[in-house]
């Protein structure tokens, strides 16, 4: 069977998802093809904190109403050192900017609402998605739906299948050029159905490793702690983790933590990367399928958002104005942003953790430049615009 459409989308995740119901309002046609379940895809717990352009994308894709109604608009956030809190205040350092909380999960049920709503066509569970032609200008799509083939014809592939997907890999190794930094640790995370420690989010910097305290709604707890990379899930049980976690926390706000059964436990390894170019002839990489950051400074899925936002509007400028411009000048656009959203993840990074072969002068330069940013308000107004994210 053959399938024909303007807009081949690989993955169902929120870079897809948003991007379709994006493109469908202007009337572009696009299949969406997911690997998983709709329900397997709502059962990953990802990110927890929106910057203000991904928001303002929901809206405009006509899914923020329930993102406004139920998440939280944050202004600041602490960061603890050793057991000293001191606050960002990312208001008062951009004039004004904030960021949302609202769950990953729920914006892409949202998202998934929207595209059934609209009757999207998101076609799950397929298998053996193979890109075809992309250097032409007819180029397609195939995928196994049981024993049979299905063939998608289109103008344009969009590569939206995350880190581990099948477009990035479709660009040949003479073109594509990767660059990857994995650190020596990852983050144990729980969500516990418990109220959040503290009203804004805690970043927590301690001799015996990183932690977060996070959290999804009033009544449901998002936490994290630094962990080895040997570490299994298996190797923490709950009292281990709330023990550990308020071990690192300032005395005050270990004493109000309010523990409980984790509803979900897992470990996430940390890295940097990126693959360039995003444009490979009619094939074009967004989100995770392009870049992947340490989340620590909360730009992974805020990443997605400006790959979004640029091909959104080099796709309606090619199909309404016959302006290519956009497409032509995509991967660079993209890449720019995307590299300041590498640095930024990074610095959190380095500045919060515990290297565990860290030389002493670097943890020296790690202790300054923790007195810098509290010493220094352009070091704060660097810190929060970065935080509540930077212009597309
Ligand atoms: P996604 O990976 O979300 O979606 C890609 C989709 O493509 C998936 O549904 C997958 O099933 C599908 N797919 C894969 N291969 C396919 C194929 N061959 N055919 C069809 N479909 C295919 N970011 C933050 O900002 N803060 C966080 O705290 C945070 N925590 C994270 C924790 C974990 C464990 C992980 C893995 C990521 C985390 N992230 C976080 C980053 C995360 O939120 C991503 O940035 C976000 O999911 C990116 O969305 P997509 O680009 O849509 O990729
Ligand atoms: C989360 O709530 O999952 C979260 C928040 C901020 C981060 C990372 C994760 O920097």
Request: include cysteine.
């Amino acid at each position: 069977m053959s399938l024909k459409t303007k807009v081949g989308i690989i993955g169902g995740g929120p870079s897809g998802l948003m991007l379709s119901q994006l493109l469908d309002l202007r009337g572009i046609d696009n299949i969406v093809l997911e690997k998983h379940s709709r329900e397997y895809v709502l059962g990953r717990i990802r990110a927890g904190v929106l910057e203000h352009g991904f928001a303002e994308l929901m809206r405009e894709a006509q899914c923020g109403e329930r993102m406004d109604a139920e998440g939280e608009i944050h202004e600041g956030f602490y960061i603890a050192d050793n057991g000293k809190m001191q606050r960002v205040d990312l208001a008062g350092h951009t004039g004004g900017n904030s960021v949302v909380v609202y769950g990953q999960t729920e914006l892409t049920r949202d998202l998934y609402d929207a595209r059934e709503k609209m009757g999207g066509n998101v076609i799950h569970n397929v298998e053996d998605v193979k890109l075809n032609d992309l250097k032409s200008d007819a180029p397609y799509i195939t995928y196994r739906d049981g024993d049979e083939i299905i063939r998608i014809d289109c103008d344009y592939v969009i590569g939206a299948d995350g880190f581990h997907g099948v477009s990035r890999k479709s660009i040949p190794a003479d073109v594509l050029q990767e660059y990857e930094k994995v650190y020596p640790f990852g983050w144990l995370g729980v969500l516990s159905r418990t109220k959040p420690v503290s009203p804004e989010l805690v970043y927590a910097k301690n001799d015996r490793g990183f932690a977060l305290c996070s959290m999804r709604s009033q009544v449901l707890s998002r936490y994290y702690i630094q962990v080895p990379l040997t570490d299994t899930v298996e190797d923490w049980s709950d009292d281990a983790f709330w023990d550990e976690l308020k071990a690192r926390l300032p005395q005050d706000v270990a004493d109000a933590l309010e523990t409980g059964p984790s509803i979900e436990k897992s470990i996430a390894p940390l890295r940097s990367f990126v693959a360039e170019p995003m444009r490979y002839g009619n094939l074009f990489l967004a989100g995770d399928a392009a870049h992947i950051v340490p989340p620590t400074g909360a730009r992974g899925l805020n990443s997605a958002a400006s790959d979004i936002y640029y091909l959104y509007h080099a796709m309606v400028d090619h199909y309404e104005n016959s302006d290519d411009t956009g497409l032509e000048n995509y991967s660079e656009k993209a890449l720019a942003r995307i590299w300041k959203a590498q640095r930024f993840s990074w610095w959190m990074t380095s500045l919060l953790h515990t290297f565990p072969e860290s030389i002493s002068y670097d943890s020296k330069l790690q202790k300054t430049d923790m007195e810098y940013l509290f010493s220094s308000e352009a070091a704060l107004t660097s810190l929060a615009e970065n935080y509540v994210g930077l212009p597309f």
